[in-house]
């Protein structure tokens, strides 16, 4: 650059693009071709292949231009030049005054310069273009190849040019191709996607639009194609494919405008098929409407989480599913749509079948025995009579009632429990049947009892056979004539109210002694339902403790696994004498020192824990218990309990005797002999 030069770029003609000249280094020994590109508001800028660096000598000459002569030469250093307060150039500077700069001109360039130029600046442009693009001829041989496609795909422009396009890009769509289709049908073509290889033989992802390319005349001479590289694009779709669940989005008119193959799956749509069309349409949900969630996330702004739903499904059966909804947000917090994801739940549906058997409500066993009240609990549920439940303290006969309850056309209405055992008698006739303000000294209002609370639905008597003669007077009048007098009251009050009793003593026994009326006995006991304690049925104890460590894990914010085989084999080898109750102290006490993982035997509490370790060996070799130990464990328990008497045993298993016989000889059970005691 000229020391002198005009720092105002526009007070003098701009240099043309691409005006050559020779440069020349040192002695002129060294020679170079640099090229013009644009008048620099610090000089002319030109690019050279030459080896620059401040401190070095070199000379510049114009090539066949009008106004400067072929051997006019300038000559000059390269040199730092500050070109602000904290910025510094490097440049040419001239040892004398190069008179020719000026005297440049557009007119100075001949004629078939002007069309090179022409042509420079179609190419600079397509230069400046991100994606990749090429055109070829009627005979599809490149005729352009830009900077991006010559990064895209590896290959320079000179080594494609007048190639055909199918040798270069070798694309998965080039027997049905898209570039020719738009040829052939003169209308441009956009979005398609397809696999192009490069020069290194990779498969690329590229997404591409074409248009046929049209002479001044309006006539097809070739087409051009513009691609794009979307690995990153398909990258993130190969994620969304990989996912287990269904995911789509939709825009702000519930357009689908994604569709991964989880979804095209769970619904048995494609996704060509599914995107642009109304997602209430592909899915057909039990909430699609007021209460579609992806619709309320989008109004509200927030997400919605783990709604269970039904969907048609590929079968056109109706699907259960979960769903988790969030509004689409642009990056300036514009939401611009939804997404929402989809679980199948029918596993789950389906685990959760098979395992209602083993459940009633909050009633968890697969013992036979306890299995046998299970069937028939629907049919005493519908009944009116009213039923009386026997079994130890601890055994869950106030769960047995709920459970008759929530399966009764009285679920909706209340069920009031009372411990009649924990009143004394003074207190449980006026808790039972409530009370006229004046009755006795402190009745100042009226109260009513709890029948009168159980109006409509099922009252629960615990401990029945702790009341007293006259108590049990005045509760067979409410049984046999659906009314009762409150306390201090003379006007008899309607009773509405299926009554469910439970005991833990022996009534035949309580009767004999003339401590319960024969009468209330008979009118209790229509259905008698008793539950056997949990050392009877210890083959509930893995299921209770699973249930019991969720519940806990649940209320306690805890993520403990399970609990460890040795563990379990203190809990099978104890008799339980509280029964579920006990065993659910045992574990809540087990959780108090379990910070994480299985409960482990030394989480147990001390008196329950055996003092020979060797309880845990016989029960548990090698510190695990397989299915066939486990199953031996059972069936010999089960033969104590009924005396080895096997018909007994097979009718608690639920197994034919063949299959007793076969599994005592495999596991090589035998009887005791008693004799030799």
């Known amino acids: 650059m000229n020391e002198g030069f005009p720092t105002n770029r526009r007070s003098i003609q701009r240099f043309p693009f691409r005006l050559p000249f020779t440069l020349s280094i040192?002695?002129?020994?060294?020679?170079?071709?640099?090229?013009?590109?644009?008048?620099?508001?610090?000089?002319?800028?030109?690019?050279?292949?030459?080896?620059?660096?401040?401190?070095?000598?070199?000379?510049?000459?114009?090539?066949?231009?009008?106004?400067?002569?072929?051997?006019?030469?300038?000559?000059?250093?390269?040199?730092?030049?500050?070109?602000?307060?904290?910025?510094?150039?490097?440049?040419?500077?001239?040892?004398?005054?190069?008179?020719?700069?000026?005297?440049?001109?557009?007119?100075?360039?001949?004629?078939?310069?002007?069309?090179?130029?022409?042509?420079?600046?179609?190419?600079?442009?397509?230069?400046?273009?991100?994606?990749?693009?090429?055109?070829?001829?009627?005979?599809?041989?490149?005729?352009?190849?830009?900077?991006?496609?010559?990064?895209?795909?590896?290959?320079?422009?000179?080594?494609?040019?007048?190639?055909?396009?199918?040798?270069?890009?070798?694309?998965?769509?080039?027997?049905?191709?898209?570039?020719?289709?738009?040829?052939?049908?003169?209308?441009?073509?956009?979005?398609?996607?397809?696999?192009?290889?490069?020069?290194?033989?990779?498969?690329?992802?590229?997404?591409?639009?074409?248009?046929?390319?049209?002479?001044?005349?309006?006539?097809?001479?070739?087409?051009?194609?513009?691609?794009?590289?979307?690995?990153?694009?398909?990258?993130?779709?190969?994620?969304?494919?990989?996912?287990?669940?269904?995911?789509?989005?939709?825009?702000?008119?519930?357009?689908?405008?994604?569709?991964?193959?989880?979804?095209?799956?769970?619904?048995?749509?494609?996704?060509?098929?599914?995107?642009?069309?109304?997602?209430?349409?592909?899915?057909?949900?039990?909430?699609?409407?007021?209460?579609?969630?992806?619709?309320?996330?989008?109004?509200?702004?927030?997400?919605?989480?783990?709604?269970?739903?039904?969907?048609?499904?590929?079968?056109?059966?109706?699907?259960?599913?979960?769903?988790?909804?969030?509004?689409?947000?642009?990056?300036?917090?514009?939401?611009?749509?939804?997404?929402?994801?989809?679980?199948?739940?029918?596993?789950?549906?389906?685990?959760?079948?098979?395992?209602?058997?083993?459940?009633?409500?909050?009633?968890?066993?697969?013992?036979?025995?306890?299995?046998?009240?299970?069937?028939?609990?629907?049919?005493?549920?519908?009944?009116?009579?009213?039923?009386?439940?026997?079994?130890?303290?601890?055994?869950?006969?106030?769960?047995?009632?709920?459970?008759?309850?929530?399966?009764?056309?009285?679920?909706?209405?209340?069920f009031v429990a009372v411990n009649c055992g924990a009143l004394p008698d003074t207190l449980l006739e006026s808790e039972l049947f409530g009370y006229k303000a004046g009755a006795f000294t402190d009745a100042k209002k009226d109260r009513q009892g709890r029948f009168a609370a159980a109006e409509k639905g099922t009252l629960f008597l615990d401990e029945i056979g702790d009341i007293n003669l006259a108590v049990q007077v005045k509760l067979l009048r409410v049984i046999q004539s659906k009314q009762y007098e409150p306390l201090g009251s003379s006007s008899p009050v309607s009773a509405n109210v299926r009554i469910i009793a439970a005991t833990n003593r022996d009534l035949d026994a309580l009767m004999q002694e003339g401590l319960f009326r024969d009468d209330l006995y008979y009118r209790l006991n229509v259905v008698k339902l008793e539950i056997p304690p949990l050392r009877e049925r210890k083959e509930d104890i893995p299921v209770l403790v699973d249930h019991i460590i969720e519940k806990f894990n649940h209320t306690r914010n805890k993520e403990i696994g399970g609990m460890d085989d040795r563990a379990l084999a203190l809990l099978l080898s104890h008799d339980f004498p509280g029964n579920v109750r006990e065993l659910e102290n045992i574990i809540e006490y087990a959780f108090i020192l379990c910070q994480g993982g299985l409960i482990q035997p030394e989480h147990m509490p001390d008196p329950f824990k055996p003092k020979d370790k060797s309880v845990l060996t016989t029960i548990v070799p090698n510190s695990a218990m397989t299915m066939a130990q486990a199953e031996k464990m059972v069936i010999l328990q089960s033969l104590e309990r009924n005396n080895w008497r096997r018909m007994a045993t097979c009718r608690e298993l639920d197994i034919s005797k063949d299959t007793l016989r076969r599994k005592i000889s495999r596991y090589g059970i035998e009887q005791p002999d008693l004799t030799a005691a």
């Not at 039990?286 to 048609?312: F, V």
């Not at 079948?353 to 459940?359: D, G, I």
């Not at 009633?363 to 306890?370: A, F, G, W």
């Open 26 to 414: 040192h002695d002129e020994s060294q020679k170079h071709s640099a090229t013009s590109v644009d008048l620099h508001h610090l000089g002319a800028q030109i690019t050279t292949k030459a080896d620059l660096s401040p401190g070095t000598r070199l000379f510049l000459r114009p090539a066949s231009l009008t106004g400067a002569e072929n051997s006019t030469m300038a000559s000059g250093e390269v040199k730092w030049r500050a070109t602000g307060p904290k910025l510094s150039r490097y440049g040419i500077s001239f040892d004398h005054d190069v008179k020719w700069l000026l005297s440049i001109d557009k007119q100075s360039i001949p004629s078939t310069q002007e069309a090179y130029d022409d042509k420079t600046v179609s190419e600079f442009v397509l230069n400046s273009i991100n994606d990749g693009v090429f055109s070829v001829d009627r005979k599809w041989r490149i005729t352009s190849f830009n900077k991006a496609a010559e990064k895209l795909t590896g290959f320079k422009r000179h080594e494609v040019l007048g190639r055909p396009c199918r040798e270069v890009f070798k694309s998965s769509s080039c027997d049905q191709c898209v570039l020719s289709e738009s040829i052939r049908h003169g209308k441009p073509i956009y979005n398609r996607a397809l696999f192009i290889t490069n020069k290194a033989g990779k498969r690329i992802p590229a997404n591409i639009n074409t248009t046929p390319l049209r002479d001044p005349s309006g006539a097809v001479v070739g087409g051009v194609q513009v691609f794009r590289n979307v690995s990153s694009v398909q990258g993130r779709g190969l994620i969304l494919d990989s996912i287990a669940d269904g995911v789509f989005t939709v825009d702000r008119q519930w357009k689908i405008t994604s569709f991964n193959r989880a979804a095209e799956k769970i619904t048995g749509v494609a996704a060509a098929d599914a995107i642009g069309q109304s997602c209430s349409d592909i899915f057909q949900a039990s909430i699609c409407g007021k209460t579609c969630a992806i619709a309320h996330s989008m109004c509200t702004g927030k997400p919605e989480s783990n709604r269970s739903i039904t969907i048609m499904g590929a079968d056109g059966k109706r699907l259960p599913v979960s769903i988790c909804a969030a509004p689409l947000v642009d990056s300036l917090g514009n939401i611009i749509g939804g997404v929402e994801s989809i679980r199948d739940l029918t596993l789950i549906a389906a685990l959760r079948k098979q395992l209602s058997r083993f459940q009633v409500g909050d009633l968890i066993s697969k013992s036979p025995s306890v299995q046998r009240i299970f069937e028939i609990l629907p049919d005493i549920a519908r009944s009116e009579s009213n039923v009386l439940v026997l079994g130890e303290s601890g055994t869950g006969k106030e769960l047995m009632a709920k459970a008759i309850h929530e399966q009764s056309e009285r679920a909706g209405k209340p």
